[in-house]
């Protein structure tokens, strides 16, 4: 941080290191990365690189025979130019090879799951390292927009069915800082109502929180003339934002507005600062490629398929990883003096919500992770809302899943419960789900 941190901050600092040992030394050195010449940056990413892909070929046993049958030995890897003769890795191949996707000889308790559907409509199992401290990457992110890691935030997430035992962790964990939250996946009149009374009594620094949930958490605020103490900084995920919903959101809240990148199989990517519409990427912890059809890279500047490669996850190796996303590399340097390179806005991935009687909505962003706690009794899905309200959640079984069928009910059972009785929701079940130019599209609403 350019200053000295708030006392919150010290005591989350001093708890997380307790928990981490390295916790600190691993943010200050994210600090000095940031402010590296573009060159040096490339050198140390092409050296975790090289370190990584070595790594995954003598311990996961998917790249070792992924490479063998390319005629690929990494030790033959010496130049960033014959980086691209490394093949690429499809969503499909996590969903079918997951096991051996592993490395071998981590012990399963350290192994930390995480689920993502993108936007194939088909969810994929990733895994983190427990013992890797993901936080500094963050910290460093609202440390460009002025905000300590200890101050008090408001979040529009959706609801994480935590335990209480997880509940009380968390407010251990973070305490004293106070954080308050809106389920997203469920927003309604009275909810906004509640959330915004809450903010004003917390009056939090940072509000974090999906696009659409946030959307209308502004709208909430313009229309009812609501009093919303401006936050430090408004951060948004989980989809793009465009022109039209920043504006509106910044007359909301009377705060910036700052777009963070990530996805469920690698969470921080990149992210604005206060000087730019484009995001820096987080290169000395992520690669990030703009390829075309071919696995090639495309011109600065012109748009191509998102690889990732994860340069810190050596328990679960993501190496030029396709997600489904699409984007372009921004040349030049960015006047706030932070010199990690720089990606546009990300485009094609707004999901649309599922609107109820009276004006309320499930969000999207919620609704494409309703199979996220059973990822392996469906092949597909896709919810479907009519012209009356109805939902279908459509559905492809897995046949290899004896109880498939029983667990889709029960995914069923919760948006119902979601629904609040408003609207019918019933599952329907499909041999497959046509896809839209490509892609199964998560949600679709009759015109």
Known sequence: MSQLPDFKSLILWTKFTLLHPKILSSYLALKRNERLSPDALAALNWQKRQRLLRFAYENVPYYRAKYDAAGLNPLDIRTPEQWESVPVLEKSELVKHLEDLKTRGVKPDRLRLSTTGGSTGVPVIVYFDKKFAMEPIRWRM?????VGPGEDAAFAWRDFGWSALEKLRRSVLFWPTRRIYLDASLVTKSSLDAFVRQYQAVRPSLLQGYVGAIESLADFVIESGASFPPPKAVWLTAAPVSKTQRARMQAAFHAPV??????????????????SENLHIFYDSVCVEFLDGNGRSVQTGQRGLIALTDLDNYVFPLIRYLNGDEGSAVAGQCACGVNLPLMGPIKGRDTDHLHLPQGGIIVGDFVTTIFDNDPDCIKA???????????????????????????????????REKS?????????????????????RYIVREK
């Not at 609202?142 to 002025?146: F, V």
């Not at 899905?381 to 029960?410: M, S, T």
Request: proline share 4%; charged share 25%; glycine share 8%.
């Open 381 to 415: 899905f896709q919810v479907y809302q009519k012209k009356d309200l109805g939902i279908d959640v459509r559905v492809v079984l897995n046949p290899a899943v004896p109880d498939a069928r029983e667990r889709v009910e029960r995914v069923v059972a919760k948006m």
């Open 258 to 275: 700052y777009d963070q990148y990530g996805c469920g199989e690698i969470y921080q990517i990149a992210a604005q600062c206060a000087h």
């Open 142 to 146: 609202l440390s460009w927009w002025g």
């Open 420 to 440: 609040l009785g408003l609207v019918e929701v019933r599952p329907v079940y499909m041999d497959e789900i046509v896809s839209d130019r490509g892609k199964t």
